[in-house]
Every structure is written in structure tokens, then in C-alpha cells.
T-cell receptor, first 111, second 115 residues
Framework: DGGITQSPKYLFRKEGQNVTLSCEQNLNHDAMYWYRQDPGQGLRLIYYSQIVNDFQKGDIAEGYSVSREKKESFPLTVTSAQKNPTAFYLC??????????FGPGTRLLVL | AQSVTQLDSQVPVFEEAPVELRCNYSSSVSVYLFWYVQYPNQGLQLLLKYLSGSTLVKGINGFEAEFNKSQTSFHLRKPSVHISDTAEYFCAVSGPGTNAGKSTFGDGTTLTVKP
């Protein structure tokens, strides 16, 4: 089955801790994206990658980091510098400028 | 730069009534337009899209949208809604070569279908 997966579904972070959210796709898409969604709000772009070994900051990149070592994988690290990390995180992939295919999301909570 | 405005944050409607969710966009170049649906605690899934050609686009679950270039709008419609249509709906704009393929999303419209 082709698709995009995110893990874990729920993630708990302690103060001062870095945590990594996983995103994997087998759709052979070049582009991958990370969004943050807060209650009652739309999607805000954190980082995106158009090709392996290259990525660009989105609108709210501060406190986050990514890597794109493989076409299939685009993990997001929420660092301790992100002071308000509680949110629903969505990963997506797609062809450039075209339909985006979303994963099921990871809900990050702070202990 | 491109932007999207969804004109209604919440739309309550009774079952079997028609509904329209409004979306306006701005862009200095040609655009692709999308409507996505999000059910609680899930990711988004594509309802329909406009890339080129006919301005009336039909999507899944009986939804359709009309691209109006002069009014820069892409309103979503359904002639008769069901309880199962209750969800969050997002309008998005992107385009060939614009912003390195990024999409810009509206803030969403919560559609609540009441029995």
C-alpha cells in the first residue's frame, strides 16, 4: 500500500528535551513538508524539502530542525529552544506545487 | 506572495440542506487551487483540485467547486449534506514554480451538519 506514515501518534516531551517525529513515504515524491496545527487554526509550514539533502525553512522554523538523507524519510526534531511545542504535527509529501498527501499526524504534549 | 482567505470560520447547516464554503485567494501568478477535508485527529485528504481547464471541478463525496478568476474565488459546494460531512475544510493555493512548490492554506472552515 502506498502512503505516508507518521510515528508516534502521541509524543510526550519533558522540559529541555529534544524529541524527533518520524515521517516516511513510499509514494516516490520528491517534495516533503512539515506543518504545525494549533487548535482552531490552519496549517503553518515549519520546513520543506524539494529534494534529498536539501531543505528550506518555512514560516515558523525557529526551534525545529530537519534532515533529508533519504527520499523516503523526513524526520522533524523539536528542540528545547521551541518554548511552546504543544501542537498537532502533520507531515505531507507531493509533487512540486501539486496535491499534497498527508500523514495521520503526531500530537506532541509537554509534561 | 500568495494568500488564502476562508470567509467563514464556522458553518452550521441542517442535514440534506445545501452548503457553500467560501474561499478567496490572491496571487500574482497562475495558481492551482485545492480543497482538503480533515476529520478529528486525522491528517488532511484531498476533496478536489483545479489545475487548468474547466472551471467547474467535481470531487469526492458529492462536492464541487468553481474557479472564478475575475473574482479570485474558489467556493466549495454540496447540494445536500450528510451528518458524515461534519469536518474541517481547508482551501489551499499553490502553483507551478511559485514559492518553490509550497502551498498556502486558509485558516479552515468548520462545517457542522445537524440532524
Amino acid at each position: 500500500d502506498g502512503g505516508i506514515t507518521q510515528s508516534p501518534k502521541y509524543l510526550f516531551r519533558k522540559e529541555g528535551q529534544n524529541v524527533t517525529l518520524s515521517c516516511e513515504q513510499n509514494l516516490n515524491h520528491d517534495a516533503m513538508y512539515w506543518y504545525r496545527q494549533d487548535p482552531g487554526q490552519g496549517l503553518r509550514l515549519i520546513y520543506y524539502s524539494q529534494i534529498v539533502n536539501d531543505f528550506q525553512k518555512g514560516d515558523i522554523a525557529e526551534g525545529y530542525s530537519v534532515s533529508r538523507e533519504k527520499k523516503e524519510s523526513f524526520p522533524l526534531t523539536v528542540t528545547s529552544a521551541q518554548k511552546n511545542p504543544t501542537a498537532f504535527y502533520l507531515c505531507a509529501s507531493g509533487a512540486r506545487g501539486e496535491t499534497q498527501y498527508f500523514g495521520p499526524g503526531t500530537r506532541l504534549l509537554v509534561l | 506572495a500568495q494568500s488564502v482567505t476562508q470567509l467563514d470560520s464556522q458553518v452550521p447547516v441542517f442535514e440534506e440542506a445545501p452548503v457553500e464554503l467560501r474561499c478567496n485567494y490572491s496571487s500574482s501568478v497562475s495558481v492551482y487551487l485545492f480543497w482538503y477535508v480533515q476529520y478529528p485527529n486525522q491528517g488532511l485528504q484531498l476533496l478536489l483540485k483545479y489545475l487548468s481547464g474547466s472551471t467547474l471541478v467535481k470531487g469526492i463525496n458529492g462536492f464541487e467547486a468553481e474557479f472564478n478568476k475575475s473574482q479570485t474565488s474558489f467556493h466549495l459546494r454540496k447540494p445536500s449534506v450528510h451528518i458524515s460531512d461534519t469536518a474541517e475544510y481547508f482551501c489551499a493555493v499553490s502553483g507551478p514554480g511559485t514559492n518553490a512548490g509550497k502551498s498556502t492554506f486558509g485558516d479552515g472552515t468548520t462545517l457542522t451538519v445537524k440532524p
